[in-house]
């Protein structure tokens, strides 16, 4: 075949309409970068660039454009995109700049042969190629996002059905069934990190976050990105908005309104490239496949040779005071956290040991005792009659009904530090913290054979990593683990069986996160003495209840103690939280509590924040080459950050 007169003539962006027209940029090797700030390869004055908006890489199949999470989008021939292969007369708009990407000289009849190639690869990129075979047991948020992700990066090279019982078929859609049809929905408000979020689907953060449904109560910190600061939402939303984006997706994702069975499903996962595994903390398909993934070890969190557990009753709320207020108040203390949306949330308590055995219900007919919120955990609302009830087990919450309840007292303490009315306490639930380090997230679980491809199973969410005492934090590493398999997937599908080597960077993100995770958690749960000397902070809380003789107590010096912590705390958070209430007003506020409550708050000691909001894993750096998403986001934090 005979080419004729091939030059080497290199791609260029070409200003087309703006205060760039006539300027000519060449796309080489090495990214082409479009936004505000200096360091851009092109500098955009236009106040409708994002600082670092959009960039050009040289790929397998040509020149690709992707949009870098930018304010204003990035529109490629009129259409707004977040990739695009591009080609020759194709035209980007940026801000208010209109550039045209030019593949070669327009008097050359003979196109330089790497285009061509580039055209042609971009031609069979329309034909669905081999099709990634992908079951999420799960669909819970992390579920979700992970199937959502894997569809947006891989388009039609991937299909994806994604198991849960807690759905119900309703006419055409798969919706979340009802406590009617025995699925108490979880009203928990989480905080959603930047770090996070920015990294989902645009469209996934179109759907999440519109106006009333989050708020930002927390200030910006470590994991925040890009200027966006951490957002606080009900987890129910974020599931019914997930849940409403798949069922749009019926070409690629199908959803099944069942639990997943790896027994029952066994013909259907071995003929899958992969099983995800989102089940949550106490996951039997993971156990299913202890054998491949290895049994958790609990040593790493211990004290003395005691496996370190705590007990966390939840309280759902309506508080009246202000975001400002519950801050400062939640984190000069370690007994009580709360976290809400506008006033409303869960107030979580850490238990004692002696504490956790009383949260039982009990069945007023039969008259015997159950461990259902403790153990399942239920959810349990209150009733007409004022009491708490569990409608799945027809149980009350006992230490409610109980007249002189140790626990029940400092439970309504507890409302009371939260500017809580007992009549805004309209639910309880209880939750146990069990730490573990798990030795691989990644495991081969079936080899491939001539009828099989061989299929990978990985561990996910909370099935990976258990849940922490701060609302979101479960989730955070979740989004995070499922961020980093959709990348690993999309970056090395070829068609091929998987191998081992293919998912050492997702395995490497996996540790990295149980560290991070871990060491926090690890953290909420111990403290250190100035002596070296490590306790169980509900042990410390346990020995100042055994110790508080109400009237050998010093409300003053207590109050006088508190307050000291307080302004520490207000003083360093102050610069990013606006409306922090003054000396005054908190020490009127403590007046209202008992002595003995104030030395338990006091003993349970301040959090530690430079590890509770130390920053947050950054998985972008095991995929800043060669990841489709917005996640050159090393490059994005440097020019936004």
């Not at 080419?3 to 090797?29: A, Y």
């Not at 209109?98 to 055209?119: G, H, R, V, W």
């Amino acid at each position: 075949m005979t080419h004729g007169k091939v030059r080497p003539v290199p791609p260029e962006i070409v200003g087309r309409k703006g205060p760039l027209t006539g300027q000519r940029f060449p796309v080489g090797d090495t990214p082409i970068t479009f936004g505000r700030k200096s360091d851009n390869s092109v500098v955009i004055a236009s106040g409708s660039a994002s600082r670092f908006h959009a960039e050009i890489l040289q790929e397998d199949n040509g020149y690709v454009l992707y949009d870098r999470g930018s304010s204003n989008g990035t529109l490629v021939n009129g259409v707004r995109v977040t990739s695009h292969v591009l080609r020759p007369g194709d035209l980007i708009t940026v801000g208010d700049e209109t550039f045209c990407f030019e593949a070669a000289d327009a008097m050359e009849t003979i196109m330089d042969l790497a285009m061509i190639e580039s055209l042609m690869a971009s031609a069979a990129a329309d034909e669905p190629g081999p099709v990634l075979k992908v079951t999420v047991a799960g669909g819970g948020p992390v579920g979700l996002s992970f199937a959502l992700l894997l569809e947006q990066l891989m388009g039609r090279r991937v299909a994806i059905t994604v198991y849960d019982g807690r759905w119900t078929q309703d006419g055409s859609q798969i919706v979340w069934k009802n406590q009617g049809q025995g699925n108490v929905r979880r009203q928990q408000v989480v905080t959603v990190q930047s770090r996070q979020y920015l990294n989902l689907p645009e469209e996934v953060q179109a759907r999440l976050f519109s106006a009333e449904s989050y708020s930002e109560m927390w200030p910006a910190g470590p994991d925040s990105i890009r200027g966006y600061s951490p957002r606080n939402i009900r987890i129910a939303y974020i599931e019914d908005k997930l849940l409403e984006i798949a069922n749009e997706k019926t070409g690629r994702i199908r959803l099944v309104p069942t639990k997943f069975d790896p027994t029952e499903h066994h013909d259907t996962v071995v003929k899958d490239h992969v099983l995800a595994i989102c089940e949550g903390g106490r996951s039997r398909t993971r156990e299913h496949f202890t054998s491949k993934f290895g049994v958790a070890d609990k040593s790493s969190y211990s004290l003395d040779g005691q496996h370190i557990q705590d007990v966390v009753l939840g309280l759902r709320v309506k508080s009246e005071l202000s975001d400002p207020m519950t801050v400062l108040l939640t984190v000069a203390q370690n007994r009580f956290l709360l976290n809400a949306l506008r006033g409303e949330g869960f107030l979580n308590m850490r238990l004692t040991d002696d504490e956790a055995k009383e949260v039982v219900g009990i069945d007023p007919v039969r008259h015997v005792f159950e461990d259902c919120i403790a153990s399942r955990p239920c959810v349990m609302g209150r009733d007409d009659h004022g009491d708490f009830h569990c409608s799945t087990h027809s149980t009350l919450f006992l230490p409610a009904l109980v007249k002189g309840s140790a626990l029940w007292k400092r439970v309504r303490e507890g409302l009371a530090f939260f500017g809580v009315s007992e009549e805004n306490l309209s639910a309880v639930t209880a939750f146990r913290l069990d730490m573990v380090q798990r030795s691989r997230f990644t495991a081969h679980l079936y080899s491939a054979t001539p009828t099989t491809p061989g299929t990978y199973g990985f561990l996910l969410g909370d099935a990976a990593n258990a849940i922490h005492f701060w609302p979101g934090r479960g989730l955070n590493s979740g989004l995070a683990s499922a961020i980093s398999l959709a990348r690993s997937l999309s970056g090395t599908w070829s068609g091929k069986a998987f191998r081992d080597a293919d998912f050492v960077r997702h395995e490497a993100a996996m540790s990295m996160l149980q560290y991070r995770h871990k060491s926090r958690a690890w953290k909420a749960m111990v403290t250190t003495d100035e002596h070296g000397i490590s306790s169980a902070i509900k042990d410390k809380i346990a020995q100042s209840i055994e110790e508080a003789i109400p009237e050998a107590l010093d409300k003053d010096a207590e109050i006088d103690a508190l307050m000291e912590q307080l302004r520490e705390i207000r003083d360093r958070l102050s610069s990013r939280i606006s409306g922090m209430p003054d000396d005054t007003a908190l020490r009127d506020h403590l007046r209202t509590l008992k002595s003995e409550t104030l030395r338990t708050l006091r003993v349970s000691g301040a959090w530690d924040t430079l590890v509770v909001g130390g920053e947050e894993v950054d998985i972008d750096i095991f995929y800043r080459q060669d990841s489709p998403v917005p996640a050159s986001a090393e490059k994005s934090l440097s020019r936004d950050g």
